[in-house]
Structure formats: C-alpha cells, structure tokens
C-alpha cells in the first residue's frame, strides 16, 4: 500500500479490497502521514496581539448580585422574549428575564461595572432584545465596543452609538481627536457625552465637520441636539433648513417648533393665525380655513406637501402648521381664554378632531403641561372622552410624574384596563401605591366578572414588572383558583389563579433581587 496522503484519500475512497491492504493497515498508515504533514508545517506569521481592553474602574458587583445577573442572563433564552409580555406564560414559576430590565437599570444607578466573565453573554442579551441595550451597554461600559470590534455579532453596539458609555476622558483635545478620527459609535458618545455637559461646546464641536459628514451621519448628530435644545442651537438649525437632504431638513424644522421663540415658530403662528379665529359674531365657535396652497416658504419650513394616502392636501398643511405653531398663539388668539377654554369651544365643520390633535402634538413637542392638563382634562369619565385626544400616553408623559400616575389610577377606576396598557406603559417604575391598587383591583373585577383572561396578559405582564414589591401581600388574596361557572372560559379560574401566583412570586423575588444591589 502506498501511503503518500493522495494514495491514502484514493485507497479509503475506492476501498482496500481494491487496493490491496487491509482497513486497519489503511487507518494505521492515515495516523502515521497525519503526524508527518503536521510536523512538516512551516509556522504561520503571528497577527498582532489585540489592543488590550481599555480599563473600567467602576466597583465591582456584590457577589450575591453578581450571581443573580448570571442567573438572569441564562434564563432569557428558555422565557418569551419582552414584547411578549410575562402574563402571557403558563405557570406560576416568575419570568426571569423580564426582571433583567430592572435589574440592569438598577445596577447603573449604583455605578456597578460588569462582571468581565458575564460580558459575551451581556452583549448576546442586549443583540436579542433592542429594550435592553441602553442599560446593558451602560453596564458593559468602555469594554463593550471593545468586544464589539472584536465579533460581528455584536457590531449593533458599534452602529447603535452605544449612548450608554461615555468617553473615557474628558481632555479637550483627546476629545476632539476622537470626533475627528474616531469610529461612528465613539462620536455620537462623544458628542451626547458633552451635549449632556456642555451643550454648546458639542455644537461647536458639531458644527466644525458638519458640512463633510455623510447625510445619515448628520440626521443622527442632529437628532443629539434633542438634549439641552435651546435658543442657542437656533442660528445652526435655521441653516439646516437648507440641507441638501430632506430627512435632515424636516428633523432641523421640527427642532426649532419646539423653541416656540424661534424664528420659524413665529413665521408658522402667522400662517395658523389666519386659519384658525372666532366666528365673526362671537358666539365662541372656532372657525377653521385651511391653506390653499403649500409654497416653497413653508416647504423650507418643514411642511411636507405631499399628504399620506387617505388624507386631503389642505387638512395635511393645516395639521401641520398648526404643530409647529407655540401654543401660547391661540390665548392671545381666540380672546386671552386659558386652554381649558379653548379646548372645550366648539369646532365649526368637523374640523374639531383634526385641531385637537394638533394641540396635541404641540403640547407633546413643546412639552407644555398647562395644554397637556386641559386636552386630557381633569377626570376621565368617559370613554368619548378618550378618543378625541388622541394618544393620552403621550400627553401623560409631560406632566409631573405623581399627577401622572394620579390620572392614570383614576382612569382605570372608571374606564378599568382595556384602554390602559400604553399609558401604564408612561408611569414611573414602581408605580405608586394608588396606581399599582388601581390595576391589582382592576384585574380581579376583570376576574370575578368571567372575562377571557388572555386579553389581560399584557397588562399582568407589566405588573410583574412595575408593581411596587408591598404590592405582594396584598394580590396573595387572589391567588386561589375561583369557581368556574357555565358562563365562563373553561380553564380561565386555573389561568388567573397561576398569573396572580406568578405575580407575587415575582414581587418578593424582584425586592430581593434590588436588596442584594445595595453596596
């Protein structure tokens, strides 16, 4: 048998009763050639050494913590992920991943750095689930982009910006070499780093590449000038009305409505103010006489002349210059009425839905309370009520946190939680004692009344999450099975019995879990 390795690969292929040998003699010449063109391999060239990674100097977690993490990172492949909602499990064992949220918002706001060891599988849960990836790149700190030019798979932290982790220095012209020279993700933290600082030192800084940078790079930059906006940011966002591209155009224009001194909120109120005034007996009726035409002015000025499909030109120009317009216009308007009064004028010719959701983007952009009180009004008592503001959600979300949570409880006791889900969504985590009572008593009127209980796993799903950890004595009172009658959904007594199970167990694990966070 010839044992040069094409004779050997010819011989196994044809066989040794072909060949002559025997199988073993086959294998035993295989080995011995192997070892011989193992040995005869001449040494590669050696890649240079990665950089090493630069340091984190943030405390270490506590051990019991550091365990915990670890427990949370191996379970969130075997649980639904979070959009899915943890009410919408079978069982009574707690949803480990979904407490992953809270734990890593948890651990940032203790200055905790990661673990080194649970890293690759801190970034593999951040790739799985776009909700956790501010905090878990907070978390991983300067080692996660690091990591990221090291494996592809984790290149969304690169592309992502990684907000979460600031630069490693604060010298001015390391700073502005790391603007110049550095990777995309490293700029935009460089840049929200001194926006949140020193807001018009990022500007100058922005401002000295803004006319080379590519047309995405430039929407994302500006899109940083969100933070700390001012009438200083002005004077560059009026040139940018003029960029060559119209994302970075529109983005520019919608800025500047939200500084209602600016010079185009001041163009924009005087177009509004020709469409909107009082009938011309004073009875206190809004008329409302759209624009005719979109000009260049008003194009430059953000207004995008060709409406969505199903929507009329002159109502889509209307809707919008009257979102870009400052509310403080329609006081001085429509006779120095407050916004209550305003909002509850009639609406001549069924313009009222498309004006009250114009106050309502208005109120959200400008982030104004005073309208986002008056449009939502003071008491929810009535579903009607609802639908003409549009998404309440939105307008919660300016007012102070406990009127927030105040109205949002108020509404579920007289709407209960069909309606409820987004604006739970905008309250502070944990909710308050009145709003987590609000949704616990909501959930076991919607049990006692034989309700199909699958549509209510969303909101059980937030519960698990946002409930306050006292709440647990509390909803122990409702984890046993109620009879089931003629008149409800066969197996609905056992699906409500094992979610209020969850949720306790749930509530006492997550206070352990914060408990083991404290240093």
Known sequence: MKTTWPDLLTTALLGTD?????????????????????????????????????????????PAAHRRLALLLADRDRTTPSGAGGGGRRGAAPNLSELLPQWLTSANEHGYAAPPALLPALLDAARARTDLRADALALAGPRALWLAELNPDWKFALRAGARGIAPATDDPSAVRRLWEEGLFAERVAVLTHLRLREPQAALALLRTTWVTERAEDRLMFLDSLREGLSPADEPFLEQALSDRSRNVRATAAELLSALPGSALATRMAQRARSCVSLNAAGAGEITIEAPYECDAAMERDGIAPIPPSGRGKRAWWFAQLIDATPLATWTDRLQGRTPEQIVALPVADDWQADLHAAWCRAAVRQRDPAWARALLGPTPAASTRVATIGDPAKLLSILPEPERSAWVARFIASHGLAEAFQMLGVCAVPWSEPLGRSVVDALDIARDAGSYPWSFSGVMGLAERCLHSSEADGATALTAAPEESADTTPGAGTYWAEAFQRLVSTLRLRAAMLAELEP
Do not use: Q
Request: aromatic content about 0%.
């Open 18 to 62: 072909r060949r002559g040998g025997t199988p073993t003699a086959l294998l035993d010449a295989a080995a011995t050639a192997t070892v011989r063109r193992r040995a005869g391999l001449r040494p590669a060239t050696a890649h240079n050494r990665p950089v090493p990674a630069p340091p984190d100097t943030r405390p270490a977690l506590p």
